[in-house]
């Protein structure tokens, strides 16, 4: 069981990247798969997470109206489409995924994001000013 992120890398404030999460060893379709950063000398946060089924997301509210998640099940990746880069997204994401026959109630964080059983290598994303 893996999980892999790719596609970072550095890019001018007001671009746009487009990371992607790959499984292998398991199929996406169901787990709920997040996007989650840690910057340096903060700690991880949650940025933005999708149902096993992909219909229900969850956002960041510093990231809302600028990133897209979403979910290839045929190509069993999911994407964290991020436009509008701003310096202070710098940071390494990781993504995870946390199997769909667990559910959790309460905030829309704990719906999507909480309790993840897999996670991946980090992708570097730097963001210059």
């Known amino acids: 069981v893996q999980l892999q992120a790719s596609g970072g890398g550095l890019v001018q404030a007001g671009g746009s990247v487009r990371l992607s999460c790959s499984a292998s060893?398991?199929?996406?379709?169901?787990?709920?798969v997040g996007w989650f950063r840690q910057a340096p000398g903060k700690k991880r946060e949650g940025v933005s997470c999708?149902?096993?089924?992909?219909?229900?997301?969850y956002y960041a509210d510093s990231v809302k109206g600028r990133f897209t998640i979403s979910k290839d099940n045929a190509e069993n990746t999911v994407y964290l489409q991020m436009n509008s880069l701003k310096p202070e997204d710098t940071a390494v994401y990781y993504c995870?995924?946390?199997?769909?026959?667990?559910?959790?109630?309460?905030?829309?964080?704990?719906?999507?994001?909480?309790?993840?059983?897999?996670w991946g290598k980090g992708t570097l994303v730097t963001v210059s000013s």
């Open positions: 995870a995924a946390r199997s769909g026959r667990r559910s959790y109630s309460g905030s829309s964080y704990y719906i999507h994001c909480y309790n993840m059983d897999y």
């Open positions: 060893g398991f199929t996406l379709d169901d787990y709920a």
């Open positions: 999708i149902s096993s089924s992909g219909g229900s997301t």
